[in-house]
Each structure stands twice: as C-alpha cells, then as structure tokens.
Nanobody, 115 residues
C-alpha cells in the first residue's frame, strides 16, 4: 500500500519560514518525480516545486526563489523549505509522486500565513 504523508504545516507570520516534509511508504521516491502543489480556497491546485532525476528542480516564476525542494534519501522523503512567506501563500499543500502511469497524492497539510 502506497502512502504519502505530509507534515510541517501550521500558522506563521508574514516573512516567516516553514519546512514541509513528505514521507513515502510503499514506493521508492528516488524513481519518482515528486512535486509539491497547493490549493487555496476557491482556486485551482497549482504546482509550487517539483524534483526529478536528471534535471534541476522546477519552480514557477511566482515562487520568486523563496522555496527550495530537496530529497532526503535516508528518510525516503522530499522536503519543501519555504522562506519569506506571504499571506497569499496560505493554502493546503499537497505532495504528489509520479512515475510512468503511477500517480499518488498525500492528504495535504495546511499552511496559514497571517499576522
């Protein structure tokens, strides 16, 4: 049984930082393209970062260099370091793993940026 479990979300003030982690069981993350997505109320789910073998990590321009995605091979995890957080970063953040026809999602973790 494949499970992706996200953690690290919470409430943070504008300008603060959070580190999200997605730990996989049942699959070897090394073979997968792993992405972090987010969905704010009333908006579509959007990619914030992904990582795949053989290419640099990918970030949309809207992230503006504030987030960093990385692999933790020992933990079979992918982390997302988020700095300089803004209120508009408030959303549920989801982890996704893709390989060929296999596509898995985590349950999400809430990130709220507010003073």
């Amino acid at each position: 049984q494949v499970q992706l479990v996200e953690s690290g979300g919470g409430l943070v003030q504008p300008g603060g930082s959070l580190r999200l982690s997605c730990v996989a069981s049942g699959i070897n993350f090394s073979y997968y393209t792993v992405g972090w997505y987010r969905q704010a109320p009333g908006k579509q789910r959007e990619l914030v970062a992904d990582i795949s073998s053989g290419r640099p990590p990918n970030y949309p321009s809207s992230i503006e260099g504030r987030f960093t995605i990385s692999r933790d091979y020992a933990k079979n995890a992918v982390d997302l370091q988020m700095n300089s957080l803004k209120p508009e970063d408030t959303a549920v953040y989801y982890c996704n793993a893709k390989f060929s026809t296999r596509d898995f999602w985590g349950q999400g973790t809430q990130v709220t940026v507010s003073s």
